[in-house]
Structure formats: C-alpha cells, structure tokens
C-alpha cells in the first residue's frame, strides 16, 4: 500500500437503492476517472456532470453523474471524484472495475478517511469518530460521535497539551540558560500540573459515560416463569419481538432487542424464567439467565403481582436486593395478592400491567433515573472513544502523578521534565501527534472499505 497510489472504492453500502457512489482519489483520479466518465461538458470542481459510464471495452456501464473535486479542498486532501450512479450492485461492481482496469488500485479499508488524517483533513480522534458515527445506533451516540468529528476531544487534548508543552519550555530555558532565566517555582509549577491532572481525571472518569452512549445500557428482564417478562419486552421495543404464552417456561433461551430512551440505546435480555426445574434445556436456559443478569448493568425484576408470591418469585427477589435494579409487579388489572405480600425492600416496586402504557412510561423512566439520569450526560460534549483513549488518558495521568510527587518531596523542578513528556507523549496518542504504522493499521482495519 502506497499513499501516492489512485485508489478506488464502492462508498455505499451493498446491495440494491436509489443511487450508488464509487469513489476515487489520488494524484491521477481525474485521468483515470476521465478513461470511466464520458461527457461532453468538462469536469470542473465541485460541478456535478451528467454523462455516460463505460468498461474497459469502451461499452457503456450506465449514465450518471460524475463530481470532482480538487484537492487540498476534500476530505482527502488528494483530487477526489465521485461517480454517482443507478444503485444496482452489478452497475456499481463493474463501475468500479472499470476504475481499477483504467489505473486505480483497490482502497484499503477505511484508507480514505487515514488518507485525510494524513493529509491533515482531521485529527486522529476525529478519523475515529466518523467509524463511530457509522456504526452509531442512537441518536446520543450519534451526536456524541458528532462532537468528537467537529474536534472537541481534540481541543480537550490539545489545552493539556499547550499547558505541559509551556511547564517543558521553561524548564529547558533554565535548564540551558541557568544565568539568564531562573528556575520556574515549584508552587507554581505543581499548581499548573494538578490542574491539568484534574482535567485528564474528569476526562477518564467521562469515559465511562462515552461507553455508554457508544454501546448502549445493558438490562436484564428477569424474574420466575409467566411473569409476563416477555411481554414486557414486546411492550418496550414496541414489536413482537418475544413469543408470549399462557405456558410457563416458554422462554427457553435469552433473547436480546434495543430500544431507546432520552436517545441512549437500551440492550435489552429477555431470559428465561428462575426456578427449579427437571428439563435439561430449561436448566440451560436458566444458567444463561443468570449469565446475562450478572453482566447487565441494570436488572428489571419482573414478578406477577395477581398470583401468591411463591419460592421461584421470593428467590429471584431476595437473590438481587444487592444489586442495582427495579422491581415490577405485573398484571394489576388481574388483582394484587403478590404485591400486597412483597417485603420491606419491595416496598417501592413499581405496580402496573404491561399492557397499560402508562405502566410502560413509568417503566422507561425509571430505567433512565437507574441508568444515566444521574450522570448528567451531555451527548453534545466529547468524550473519549474508545479504550485507546481511555489507556492513553490513564497513561498520561500516572506520568503527572509521578510529577507531582516530585514536586511533593522538594526534589528539583527540573527532574519533572521527563514525566512531563511522556505525560504529552501519551495525549499525542489521541490526536495523532505521536502515533506507529501499526496503530493506524489497527485503528483504520474496523472501518469499511470505501470510507
């Protein structure tokens, strides 16, 4: 692979639509690009022209529009055109192949957006928010990936960076001009390092909630058979998504769906019902319930509130009280003998029917009040995205700590240099600023060919 190479792709997404868009960029895009595109007016930048597409052979492929657009003024820095064509997967498959028999080699996966982090287009943190911005599935996921694309994290990164890089340049004035530029005071200078110790920590612990509008809240529907757990799921995905039946154990396997609240995705496990039970394949079932309660951040405990509290029900119930969840008694509107005979630490249950949606509102929200409500989360703020950052964040939070201990034991000012720049080194890490061959390989591997 060569950065001086034409490269090509398909930039939309396989199968049939409206339109498809094969791109090209590179020093020869337009040359190679011209031998694909017949036209009669000319390709000037940025003017969509109307005109044939045609093979190898000569023969035509399809009409279409070609756009070009020249470089440094693209997202890859390079000459750019697209050819927006019918959106038939054979159409777009031999338009490209026309593009590769004309000069252009076959792009990597997500080399065009690496192109542009290398042409200076955006910054490393921003390339890796437009994977997430794809691969978002929310609308908070999506705009928190928005604001990492528009720089935020980077603005972040690079503040810590200019208040470090300032602390070094004094330093090394003091340190190489001893009788022309006194030492920095050491107050002063450990008053400056905490601050930026304080803004990396804040940074670390907002990772958490990036994870969280990235990948979704998890939540485990448990509780005994018949509770209505699967209806319950239908209820809030607002589909049939679960099979629901007068039968106990008919739930035999966990079933996983998504829906949203406040924009944040919610991952979503029906399981099978608790209790005790003979059948090899309910038992399986049951072991796996477990599994997934024990790995959602949230337990929905769902309990038929119109039938005794049995030992499956109490167990379930008494098995969870130190962990975060919410109790829901189900089937109000067919009486209240287990409601009525829950516990103390039931006492604030949620009482309703899955079939009442006003049942279903109180249970979404407090699903958000025990998820993220507290939190406060702002998808609009970046936020670290991804364990690189997070490792590169706590990386460079341990090389302060080490610095301000320095400063700590009255040791001299000078000896924080070199933590103080592995401190920066790590931060670099994020934006691009210090990075190997073989962290773009692995960063720009998860993207999709053509972007």
């Given at each position: 692979?060569?950065?001086?190479?034409?490269?090509?792709?398909?930039?939309?997404?396989?199968?049939?639509?409206?339109i498809?868009?094969?791109?090209?960029?590179?020093?020869?895009?337009?040359?190679?690009?011209?031998?694909?595109?017949?036209?009669?007016?000319?390709?000037?930048d940025?003017?969509?022209?109307?005109?044939?597409?045609v093979?190898?052979?000569?023969?035509?492929?399809?009409?279409?529009?070609?756009?070009?657009m020249?470089?440094p003024?693209?997202?890859?820095?390079?000459?750019?055109?697209?050819?927006?064509?019918?959106?038939?997967?054979?159409?777009?498959?031999?338009?490209?192949?026309?593009?590769l028999?004309?000069?252009?080699r076959?792009?990597?996966p997500?080399e065009?957006?690496?192109?542009?982090?290398?042409?200076?287009?955006?910054?490393?943190?921003?390339?890796?928010?437009?994977?997430?911005?794809?691969?978002?599935?929310?609308r908070?996921?999506?705009?928190?990936?928005?604001?990492?694309?528009?720089?935020?994290?980077?603005?972040?990164?690079?503040?810590?960076?200019d208040?470090?890089?300032t602390?070094?340049?004094e330093?090394?004035?003091?340190?190489?001009?001893?009788?022309?530029?006194?030492?920095?005071?050491?107050?002063?200078?450990?008053?400056?390092?905490?601050?930026?110790?304080?803004?990396?920590a804040?940074?670390?612990r907002?990772?958490?909630?990036?994870?969280?509008?990235?990948?979704?809240?998890?939540?485990?529907?448990?509780?005994p058979?018949?509770?209505?757990?699967?209806?319950?799921?239908?209820?809030?995905?607002?589909?049939?998504?679960?099979?629901?039946?007068a039968?106990?154990?008919?739930?035999?396997?966990?079933?996983?769906?998504?829906?949203?609240?406040?924009?944040?995705?919610?991952?979503?496990?029906?399981t099978?019902?608790?209790?005790?039970s003979?059948?090899?394949?309910?038992?399986?079932?049951m072991?796996?319930?477990?599994?997934a309660?024990?790995?959602?951040?949230?337990?929905l405990?769902?309990?038929?509130?119109?039938?005794?509290?049995?030992?499956?029900a109490?167990?379930?119930?008494?098995?969870?009280r130190?962990?975060?969840?919410?109790?829901?008694?189900?089937?109000?509107?067919?009486?209240?003998?287990?409601?009525?005979?829950?516990?103390?630490?039931?006492?604030?249950?949620?009482?309703?029917?899955?079939?009442?949606?006003?049942?279903?509102a109180?249970?979404?929200?407090?699903?958000a009040?025990?998820?993220?409500?507290?939190?406060?989360?702002?998808a609009?703020?970046?936020?670290?995205?991804?364990?690189?950052?997070?490792?590169?964040?706590e990386?460079?939070r341990?090389?302060?700590?080490?610095?301000?201990?320095?400063?700590?034991a009255?040791?001299?000012?000078?000896?924080?240099?070199?933590?103080?720049?592995?401190?920066?080194?790590?931060?670099?890490?994020?934006?691009?600023?210090?990075v190997?061959?073989?962290?773009?390989?692995?960063?720009?591997?998860?993207?999709?060919?053509?972007?």
């Open positions: 692979m060569s950065e001086h190479d034409t490269i090509a792709a398909i930039a939309t997404p396989p199968g049939r639509g409206a498809a868009i094969v791109r090209c960029s590179g020093p020869a895009a337009r040359d190679i690009a011209g031998r694909v595109f017949r036209s009669r007016a000319p390709l000037l940025r003017v969509a022209t109307y005109g044939s597409i093979d190898a052979a000569g023969q035509r492929i399809d009409r279409g529009l070609a756009i070009a020249d470089a003024r693209t997202v890859t820095g390079e000459d750019l055109v697209e050819l927006h064509i019918h959106g038939s997967p054979i159409t777009a498959r031999e338009t490209l192949n026309g593009l028999a004309a000069g252009a076959l792009a990597e997500g065009f957006t690496r192109r542009g982090f290398l042409n200076g287009k955006l910054d490393l943190s921003a390339a890796e928010a437009v994977a997430d911005l794809i691969a978002a599935e929310s908070a996921a999506a705009h928190a990936a928005a604001a990492n694309l528009n720089g935020g994290l980077r603005r972040l990164v690079d503040s810590a960076r208040a470090l890089r602390i070094l340049e330093l090394a004035g003091a340190i190489d001009f001893p009788d022309e530029v006194p030492a920095p005071d050491p107050g002063d200078v450990h008053a400056r390092v905490a601050t930026v110790a304080q803004a990396l804040a940074l670390s907002d990772g958490e909630r990036g994870r969280l509008l990235r990948e979704g809240f998890s939540l485990a529907i448990v509780g058979p018949n509770a209505g757990k699967s209806s319950l799921l239908n209820a809030l995905v607002g589909e049939e998504r679960a099979i629901v039946s039968q106990a154990g008919t739930t035999r396997d966990t079933i996983e769906e998504s829906f949203a609240i406040d924009g944040v995705l919610v991952r979503a496990i029906d099978a019902g608790l209790r005790s003979a059948d090899a394949v309910e038992r399986l079932g072991e796996r319930a477990r599994a309660l024990a790995a959602a951040a949230l337990a405990i769902v309990v038929d509130g119109a039938a005794p509290l049995e030992a499956p109490r167990d379930v119930l008494r098995a969870t130190e962990r975060a969840r919410i109790v829901f008694f189900n089937k109000r509107d067919a009486g209240s003998i287990g409601y009525d005979a829950r516990e103390t630490p039931e006492a604030g249950a949620l009482w309703g029917s899955t079939f009442d949606p006003a049942s279903i109180t249970i979404r929200e407090a699903i009040q025990a998820g993220w409500r507290s939190e406060r989360i702002d609009t703020r970046p936020y670290l995205g991804g364990a690189r950052h997070v490792q590169a964040v990386a460079a341990r090389a302060l700590e080490l610095a301000l201990e320095t400063l700590a009255g040791a001299p000012v000078d000896l924080i240099a070199g933590d103080l720049a592995a401190a920066s080194a790590a931060l670099g890490e994020i934006t691009g600023g210090a190997t061959e073989e962290l773009l390989d692995g960063i720009f591997a998860r993207f999709c060919i053509g972007k």
